[in-house]
């Protein structure tokens, strides 16, 4: 056993064969990058020192001074700029989050349109994604934003008012806005539970149903429901507050920036184009005698998509899925071409400019970055091996 | 002519062949013509296709081409002087003859033709359209812009990701440990960050890692961001392509003697690069996009050109048009290289039995 550990190549009986020029070689690459290494961080020590930048996290500390304009969170111009970083990373997430959804539907539509037996849909699709595919992500983020936010949207004044709740114009869509109060945590700690107790019952009765068992009544899944309403109304955790129109802005309600639309459209209908080819290629891979097999069987179109083609052909599809979603992920980082306060915007933007600390600020941001891409990588990973059993 | 009236009768039939399709295809039809008269009504009947000022596009409810008429220019190349046009004229016929050049039989090592481009092209470039030497005027490289920014871009960033992106992959499959993780380390980091915060890097951060007073154009610095951020997807696809050949073909090198080196090249590299021809063409198509990002650093390729020419006070509100237009070309570039990188497919791989499914 310690003959193992001693050696460098773990394998005692060829010992002689470890090579003089592979050690060489890796002992000059190293060498190689270590001096590069000394020599860049001797240039930025002495570029820092001779404009008088600190090094170090405590910037974080520090107040930001400038305000940001959607924000998920409460921040105001004081706020430190750690603030400024969770603002921009949780618009960074919202934004992925709601154009991943948006493109995997409206790609799948596109993708099942690609295979149809009506030779004008197929054309259609085809077009779509031709088109679409060859324009940069940039110019269609572009595009919704100055063309059809800025130019087709009526003015502050002359909002779209749909029912009083919802208020479209130039500067984005007013809905009301949720008020929570002090109740607000005591309807959590009892809410989540149940609904976490809903989702097992019907999976497990799922289960329990497929093997042939007598599972729960439904009845439990009504109590539950009833359950959580009566919670509601009784502690009252939150206030429907309506949008008002002020003079000149809302006084209250809940805004979406026109940005965080223009993005979201953008990147899914690009996006949309390569899963749909993805979606096409995956269903074109499902064996033939499979959908013949469901077309005998004389299940409807709906049907034979539900139950036989999308669960086959997701097998096949996660890891080029991923691929796109991680896409989506980084080229949601072109919400800082129109202004959207996502974390490039926002801590890579401004805070780098106003505060001078380069390499700290960037080096977070790519962590941030690693670290969702990492995330969402390993959620689509259990999600592969769930339809891959 | 048989059997087209067969298809074409067999398809009009399809389209009608149930309730649902029928309400399908009438919607389509519905909605395909409705898309073409909006286009046809704002793009070509209500536009403006004569005049000098914004004043007669005003006239029209349609577009205002005379817009891109006055700065078609501007669009090609850049904020460079019109006296200047001819060297950049020459320059993209130098950048055509290079690319001719490949396809020439009398050159038989295209390899060295590459290795010897990466010292050219950046000679020609620097020559042609930044100056200064050879008795040429010298042009300031902020001037560049257009399509001529496109071009050198991604010109350059395509060139040398290749042999940085090819020795990166057969580093990911080398055994040695050092080697093997710098590899891994380098395509995994530069795949999972954003290309902006490569291209804020290169323009805010690096000043900061060269020497006190080293002043570095800020085309070079994005050139060499461009191209540490392609080299990495490269990589990836060259990896593919290596993992594509069969390992007996390794094994038969090994056998025959030949070291690491020749075995790749004379060996394994044609063979696995023959095979990813489309998936370089389908990266290279996405590096031209991605070239676009420059906008948001402050240069204008032929993206961002439409900011400083929107803002002429004479031509305001016209971003539709630009937006337009610039939309256009991207699509024909790619659409052209597309069909490029097919046409090299086919020649490439013209002896190959291929496998149909």
């Known amino acids: ?389 | 002519m048989k059997i087209e009236t067969n298809r074409t009768k067999k398809i009009v039939k399809n389209l009608f062949k149930n309730p649902l399709n029928s309400i399908i295809t009438l919607f389509s039809l519905f909605l395909i013509i409705r898309i073409i008269i909006w286009f046809f009504d704002w793009g070509i009947l209500n536009a403006t296709w004569v005049g000098n000022t914004k004043q007669i596009c005003f006239e029209n409810s349609g577009a205002c081409w005379i817009f891109i008429k006055d700065k078609i220019f501007f669009f090609v190349y850049g904020f460079i002087a019109k006296k200047d046009y001819w060297r950049i004229n020459i320059l993209f016929l130098l950048y055509l003859c290079l690319g001719l050049l490949f396809f020439v039989k009398a050159i038989k090592n295209k390899v060295v033709l590459i290795l010897f481009y990466l010292i050219l092209l950046p000679f020609i470039t620097f020559v042609f359209a930044g100056g200064g030497i050879f008795g040429l005027s010298k042009i300031s490289l902020t001037l560049w812009g257009g399509f001529m920014l496109t071009a050198v871009f991604s010109l350059m960033g395509l060139l040398y990701s290749f042999p940085i992106g090819l020795l990166l992959a057969l580093g990911r499959r080398s055994k040695l440990p050092i080697i093997k993780a710098f590899s891994v380390g380098y395509i995994e980091f530069f795949r999972g960050i954003p290309l902006i915060t490569i291209l804020f890097m290169s323009s805010t951060v690096l000043p900061f890692f060269f020497p006190v007073g080293f002043e570095v154009p800020k085309i070079l610095r994005v050139i060499l961001g461009l191209v540490i951020f392609q080299s990495a997807y490269l990589a990836e696809v060259v990896r593919g392509g290596l993992q594509t050949v069969e390992k007996i073909q390794y094994e038969s090198a090994d056998s025959l003697g030949l070291a690491y080196a020749h075995k790749m090249y004379f060996v394994i590299l044609p063979q696995a690069l023959r095979n990813i021809v489309i998936n370089i063409g389908d990266i290279s198509i996405a590096f031209i996009k991605d070239t676009t990002l420059v906008y948001i650093i402050g240069l204008f390729d032929m993206l961002g050109i439409y900011v400083p020419l929107t803002s002429d006070p004479i031509w305001l509100g016209t971003e539709t048009e630009a937006l337009f237009f610039s939309g256009m070309l991207y699509w024909v570039l790619c659409f052209v290289v597309a069909k490029l990188f097919k046409g090299v497919d086919k020649i490439i791989n013209k002896d190959r039995k291929g496998v149909s499914i």
Not at chain 1, 89 to 111: Q, R
Not at chain 1, 215 to 234: C, M, P
């Open chain 1, 1 to 389: 056993m310690w003959k193992k550990i001693l050696f460098w190549n773990f394998d005692t009986n060829n010992l002689k064969k470890i090579n003089i020029g592979q050690i060489l070689i890796q002992t000059v690459v190293v060498g190689v990058v270590a001096l590069m290494l000394v020599f860049l961080f001797g240039n930025y020590l002495n570029n820092i020192t001779t404009k008088n930048i600190n090094i170090g996290f405590d910037f974080l500390d520090d107040s930001a001074g400038f305000s940001i304009g959607q924000t998920l969170i409460d921040y105001d111009t004081s706020d430190s700029y750690f603030k400024v970083y969770i603002v921009g990373l949780l618009n960074t997430l919202l934004a992925s989050f709601i154009a991943i959804i948006f493109a995997t539907v409206i790609g799948f539509v596109f993708g099942i349109f690609l295979l149809v037996d009506n030779w004008l849909l197929v054309k259609i699709a085809e077009t779509y994604v031709e088109i679409i595919r060859n324009i940069p992500p940039l110019l269609h983020v572009l595009f919704w934003y100055v063309v059809v936010i800025l130019k087709i949207l009526p003015n502050y004044n002359e909002s779209i008012n749909i029912g009083n709740i919802l208020y479209i114009n130039v500067r984005g869509a007013t809905i009301p806005a949720l008020d929570w109060n002090n109740k607000a945590l005591l309807f959590f700690i009892l809410f989540v539970p149940l609904i976490v107790l809903s989702i097992y019952i019907a999976r497990h009765s799922k289960r329990l149903r497929l093997e042939g068992k007598k599972a729960v009544s439904k009845l439990w899944q009504v109590g539950i429901w009833v359950a959580i309403v009566v919670l509601l109304v009784i502690t009252k955790p939150f206030v429907i507050v309506m949008p008002v129109q002020g003079k000149f802005v809302f006084t209250s309600g809940f805004t979406f920036y026109p940005e965080l639309f223009a993005l979201v459209v953008a990147l899914s209908t690009y996006t949309s184009t390569y899963i749909a080819t993805i979606v096409r290629s995956s269903i074109m891979s499902i064996p033939k005698v499979q959908i013949e097999a469901a077309h005998s069987l004389g299940l409807s179109f709906f049907q034979r998509l539900r139950y036989v083609v999308i669960p086959l052909a997701v097998r096949s599809m996660v890891p080029p899925l991923t691929n796109q979603y991680l896409n989506i992920i980084k080229n949601s980082s072109l919400g800082v071409a129109i202004g959207y306060p996502e974390i490039i915007a926002v801590f890579a933007g401004t805070s780098l400019n106003q505060s001078g600390r380069v390499i700290e600020i960037m080096t977070m941001v790519m962590l941030t970055y690693f670290a969702i891409s990492i995330f969402t990588s390993w959620l689509m990973n259990i999600y592969n091996s769930r339809v891959n059993k």
